[in-house]
């Protein structure tokens, strides 16, 4: 396959670049449609801005709301909150949601106008806005000019605002110094801080902004995280082989072969679902849903080897991830289900029995929900 020029650009409605330099892998945009500043619906405009986030709900915004939450749930393990209540934590749930999404928004956007963008996603993701020709890149660009500054505003009032500036860097030095581009190591390396950003000011909200912090065993656990992160992400990219090829991007599976990707996903899955547990030296009920998880998603990457099965097993990992985020709840399980200890003592011996009940099964019915609504 002819190697893409990086200097190739895509003629948008203006006729600023050369027809010379056009990309011919990309079907072109008629040149008279608006400007995305021009009246839609608002229908057209909320369904764009989903479009940009739509593939990564499942792999950053629902892992990083159950890991922040578990954070607030988990007290003095992770905050200085020695008694967070249920209620107060769960309600900052929207506030959560509400920082991942922008953050990871502003990502995707300045992500995907860059031309390798486009022409990796009208391969793998033709849907999205760009692909798709919902919107031109000049429009998503301006599009990006309002994003930021209301990115960190909103970061600003609601917490996590270092985090957010972070993450800028981050983005930068992806998209625009070649670090998508520049080797697995770099790539995979940029993706850890990005996800360790992520927990980290999301965290920082469900502990109460100011009103309490991470404590200083955060840190520890979100370098742990940073490194499953690092280790096992590239995931992502079995999958999406064919339009990584077609942009020359260096993945594992590209560089080194398909059971070698393999294999070197596998085993990290494994080593960290023992290791996780061992750190919040959890019961053997805590090695359970991690190691089972873990265990059945190493053995489907290396017996399901296609497109289709990866992609499904990507979701397996997205569901595994989010065992591993809540773990710190199961250590300090008295945090998440503190109205059994009422009942408890008020209740005597059957308050007692039903605790002993929901502890062996809850961990089991947490990772029922997370797989039924990654899945679905």
């Known amino acids: 396959m002819e190697k893409i020029d990086p200097r190739t650009t895509f003629v948008e409605a203006d006729n600023e670049k050369p027809q010379?330099?056009?990309?011919?892998?990309?079907?072109?945009?008629?040149?008279?449609?608006?400007?995305?500043?021009?009246?839609?619906?608002?229908?057209?405009?909320?369904?764009?801005?989903?479009?940009?986030?739509?593939?990564?709900?499942?792999?950053?915004?629902?892992?990083?709301?159950l890991l922040s939450l578990s954070a607030g749930l988990s007290g003095p393990l992770l905050t200085t909150n020695p008694s967070p209540t249920v209620p107060a934590v769960l309600a900052r749930t929207p506030l959560i949601i509400m920082w991942n999404w922008l953050s990871l928004l502003l990502f995707c956007i300045d992500n995907q106008f860059q031309p390798h963008s486009i022409l990796e996603d009208a391969v793998n993701k033709p849907w999205r806005a760009l692909p798709s020709h919902r919107l031109s890149p000049r429009e998503a660009r301006r599009l990006l000019l309002g994003v930021i500054p209301t990115v960190f505003l909103a970061t600003f009032r609601l917490g996590g605002i270092r985090e957010a500036v972070t993450l800028k860097l981050l983005t930068w030095m992806y998209n625009y110094l070649g670090g998508a581009d520049d080797g697995v190591v770099v790539r995979n390396l940029l993706n850890a801080l990005g996800y360790m950003c992520y927990g980290s000011g999301s965290m920082v909200i469900a502990a109460g902004y100011g009103q309490h912090e991470l404590a200083p065993r955060a840190y520890p656990w979100l370098a742990i995280l940073g490194a499953i992160i690092f280790t096992t992400r590239q995931l992502q990219d079995m999958p999406d082989v064919h339009g990584d090829a077609a942009r020359g991007r260096q993945t594992v599976p590209l560089l080194y072969g398909d059971s070698f990707a393999r294999y070197s996903i596998a085993v990290p899955v494994v080593a960290w679902s023992l290791l996780c547990p061992a750190f919040w030296g959890s019961d053997l009920l805590g090695y359970a849903a991690p190691l089972v998880i873990g265990l059945f998603l190493g053995v489907r990457l290396l017996l399901r080897r296609s497109v289709a099965a990866d992609a499904d097993t990507w979701k397996v990992w997205c569901v595994w991830i989010s065992v591993i985020y809540v773990l710190p709840v199961w250590k300090q399980h008295g945090a998440v289900v503190g109205e059994y200890v009422t009942l408890r003592r008020s209740s005597g011996h059957a308050a007692q029995t039903l605790w002993r009940h929901e502890r062996g099964s809850g961990i089991w019915q947490l990772s029922l929900r997370i797989c039924n609504s990654i899945v679905s």
């Open 20 to 65: 010379s330099q056009v990309c011919p892998l990309v079907p072109q945009r008629p040149q008279h449609f608006a400007n995305f500043l021009q009246p839609r619906s608002w229908a057209f405009h909320i369904h764009t801005l989903w479009l940009f986030t739509a593939s990564d709900i499942k792999s950053v915004i629902i892992p990083g709301t």
